[in-house]
């Protein structure tokens, strides 16, 4: 289970909810425009290294993305923002 000194908050960034670590966007909320399929955007993805990410046309986001017919993949995302949070220590 996640356990930091600061807990993750919600915030309103570029338009976007985003949950942050401190003042840091850890990961942002959206919905793909083409698919409809909400997906999940990593601030420093590119340090990170779950295979289930994708890269994209980004530099340095990379996405997981959700599939809204089936369960969410808890596991699953729970190991990406635990890898992601390991990067603000």
Not at 1 to 28: A, D, H, N, Q, W
Not at 49 to 68: A, C, D, T, V, Y
Request: charged share 20%; proline share 9%.
């Amino acid at each position: 289970m996640l356990s930091y000194p600061r807990p993750l908050t919600e915030s309103i960034k570029y338009g976007m909810p985003c949950f942050c670590y401190g003042k840091s966007p850890v990961c942002y909320f959206w919905v793909d425009k083409q698919t409809a399929f909400p997906y999940l955007l990593f601030a420093r993805g590119h340090l990170m290294s779950h295979p289930f990410l994708e890269q994209g046309k980004r530099k340095k986001m990379k996405s997981l993305s959700i599939n809204p017919v089936y369960d969410l993949p808890l596991e699953t995302i729970m190991e990406t923002l635990e890898e992601a949070l390991s990067l603000y220590k």
